[in-house]
Structures are given as structure tokens and as C-alpha cells.
């Protein structure tokens, strides 16, 4: 295994803020910064041996995806990355469901394997496991989950003779409902018990941001001793300070743009590209917000109205509360993702500090 020491070099001061830049064309420009904490505990959880399996998870756009991508660019050269991404996928049945998870290569089994054991002078990182064209035919024929499930076991076992195997799925509830021989959700989740705990073959992280699967999870006597759950936040305001600071803002810019955003990374990006505009920037995405999620209480009945309405009652005066009980209500504003569902904590609060004032605008009415 991986010396922890070298593997994390040599260790930077707590309140560093690191800042990457990517230049993207149709995107402008992203920002990836001050994670360290978080890039230091999966690089120990891959440099011990394959024990559990590790759920991400956290508020909509915390910038889970971006640790993980990051994560896969930053492993050493004897570890290979597969990184499958369900986001956006229309996932019908057991096709689609291969489709996203293989990348089918022209090129055989033997081949596939003996480049990725060969090629150790480079990362590797795969948007899918590559397998060849012609294992597509197979599987889709037999139209069942254990022969993909046997062929990836056989598969990865051969990789790890050679590299370190890491599963990343990203947004894995997309597939809750999909069945295959059952509920495909609880198949996949035994295979990856016994990739990680029975065999130790590879490491599997699973990240996504619906707070009430991951619930479901949490409290799930199968996973019970099987799984770790590591929550991807949003910044702290002392580090969405910092950051907005590296990034040219002024204290009054800066102080506007956490009253509104808080430490939501996707918002404090889009307040940067505002800059010149920012208060009606800001003033813009409050009046959006809000009238989102009242057009959608204002779709329920008039009844669920009034319980949604009382429950976001709660946030008049607090910023997170505990639960007892996830009530019919509760469920319904985690759905539309207008509340976060924290299981280890027992808490929620609202996704954002728009949220939260958007919620607090709606009761006065």
C-alpha cells in the first residue's frame, strides 16, 4: 500500500486557501479551492486497503462533483480511476443502465487489461470501465444483473493485480427505482460490499446530492458497519471571505454577497462574473428564488399549502433545526430541494442563505 506520508507530501497550513482555474470555452472560467480537508481524508480512506464503502454527500452544488474529479486527477500513478456519471441520464432499464456504466473500445479484454498494467508512467482515469465491443452483445442478451455483476468482479481482479481500482458514481440515486431482478439499487450496493469489505478489490465512492436517499442509506441495516458517509458542505463564510477576497472583492462586496449567498459555491462563482452589476445581481437571484418555490407550494392543494407553510414556520428564527420524524411536508420540501437532510447530524436546514431568505420572505408573505 501507498506511503500515507509521501503520498500526502509535505502538509499545508490549515487556513491556506488554494484556488485552481480552469479556462472552459462554453463554461468561463471555475474554481475549485480550499478542500483540503476533504482531499486529505479520501487520500487516507484509498491509501489503506479496501474496507467500506465511502457515500458523498451534501447540499445541491457544494461541489461534490469537483472534489471528486479532483480527487481522480491527484491519485498517484499505481491507482486507475473509473468514474461513472448517472447526472442527466434518462436510465429506462437494463440498456441505458450498461450503456452509462461500460465505455465499449473496439479493442479485447486482454488488450484493455494489458494497457492499463503497462501504462504506469501516466495517471489513469476512465469515464466508464472500458470493456470490449463484444461483451456488450453478451450482456445485453441475458438481460440480468449478476452476469455484469460476475464479469466486473473477474474484471477488477485482474486490475488490482496491477493498479488500485477506484469506483466513483456520481449521482447514484438516478437508478433507485430501476429493476432488474428487483430493485437494481440493492444489487449494485451488494456487489460493491463485496468489492470493498469481502475482497478488497477497489475502493467505491458514491456521491449525490439527494439528501433523503442518502437517509434511507444511513438508516439501512444492510449497509449497517459497511459504509462511511463523508458530507461535502457548503464554504464556510471565513473561507467564501477568503475566496471572494482572492478574487478581487472589497469588504462592502463582500459583506453583500454572503447576506445573499452565504457560502454556496455555485453563487459565489456567478457573483464574481457579476462584479460590475452586483446588488441588482444579487436582488435578481433573491426575487428567482423566491418565486420559485412559491410556484411550487402554490401547486399543492391548499391544505399541503398550510403544513408547508408551517413547517418552513421554523426557520423564522433558526438557521437548522433537529427531526424527529419526516413528516409528509418535510419530505416534500427536500424533494424540490428547498431543505438539506443532514442523517448523521438528525438535522435540516434550508439548501442555501437564499433559501433561507426566500423562506423568510414567503411567511411574512
Given amino acids: ?169 456520481d449521482e447514484l440515486q438516478v437508478i433507485k427505482e430501476l429493476k432488474i431482478d428487483g430493485l437494481l439499487i440493492y444489487r449494485l450496493f451488494n456487489f460493491f460490499v463485496r468489492l470493498t469489505k469481502e475482497l478488497h478489490l477497489a475502493h467505491v465512492f458514491a456521491v449525490t446530492s439527494d439528501s433523503l436517499f442518502i437517509e434511507k442509506i444511513y438508516s439501512s441495516a444492510m449497509l449497517h458497519g459497511r459504509a462511511r458517509y463523508m458530507l461535502v458542505d457548503d464554504f464556510s463564510l471565513e473561507t467564501a471571505e477568503a475566496f471572494l477576497r482572492k478574487n478581487g472583492f472589497k469588504s462592502e462586496e463582500i459583506k453583500l454577497t454572503l447576506d445573499f449567498f452565504g457560502g454556496k459555491p455555485v453563487y459565489l462563482v456567478e457573483a464574481i462574473k457579476n462584479k460590475h452589476r452586483l446588488r441588482e445581481f444579487c436582488e435578481e437571484m433573491l426575487v428567482l428564488r423566491r418565486r420559485q418555490i412559491k410556484d411550487m407550494i402554490y401547486e399543492e392543494c391548499e391544505e399541503m399549502q398550510r403544513k408547508i407553510k408551517n413547517f418552513l414556520e421554523v426557520f423564522k428564527e433558526k438557521d437548522e433545526i433537529k427531526y424527529e420524524k419526516l413528516t409528509k411536508e418535510i419530505k416534500w420540501c427536500i424533494e424540490k430541494n428547498i431543505i438539506f437532510l443532514n442523517p448523521a447530524k438528525e438535522s435540516i436546514k434550508p439548501q442555501s442563505k437564499l433559501d433561507l431568505i426566500a423562506i423568510k420572505e414567503i411567511i411574512r408573505g
Avoid at 480552469?22 to 472560467?29: E, H, I, M, P, Q
Avoid at 482531499?39 to 458523498?56: A, D, G, Q, W
Avoid at 441475458?142 to 473477474?154: M, N, S
Fill in 1 to 169: 500500500m501507498l506511503d500515507y506520508n509521501r503520498f500526502l507530501g509535505k502538509k499545508r497550513k490549515l487556513d491556506e486557501v488554494k484556488v485552481m482555474t480552469k479556462r472552459r470555452a462554453s463554461r468561463g472560467v471555475m474554481m475549485f479551492f480550499n478542500r483540503e480537508k476533504e482531499i486529505e481524508e479520501i487520500k487516507r480512506i484509498v491509501s489503506t486497503e479496501p474496507n467500506l464503502i465511502t457515500f458523498v454527500y451534501g447540499p445541491i452544488n457544494s461541489g461534490k462533483t469537483e472534489l471528486m474529479q479532483r480527487i481522480a486527477n491527484e491519485l498517484p500513478r499505481n491507482y486507475v480511476t473509473f468514474y461513472i456519471n448517472f447526472r442527466g441520464k434518462f436510465i429506462r432499464d437494463y440498456n441505458d443502465f450498461i450503456r452509462v456504466l461500460f465505455k465499449f473500445e473496439k479493442n479485447g479484454k486482454k488488450k484493455i487489461l494489458g494497457e492499463i498494467a503497462k501504462e504506469s508512467a501516466r495517471i489513469l482515469r476512465y469515464k466508464g470501465i472500458p470493456v470490449p465491443m463484444s461483451i456488450l452483445d453478451l450482456i445485453s442478451e441475458r438481460k440480468t444483473g449478476e452476469d455484469v455483476f460476475e464479469f466486473l468482479e473477474g474484471y477488477l481482479e485482474e486490475i488490482s493485480k496491477r493498479r488500485t481500482p477506484v469506483i466513483i458514481v
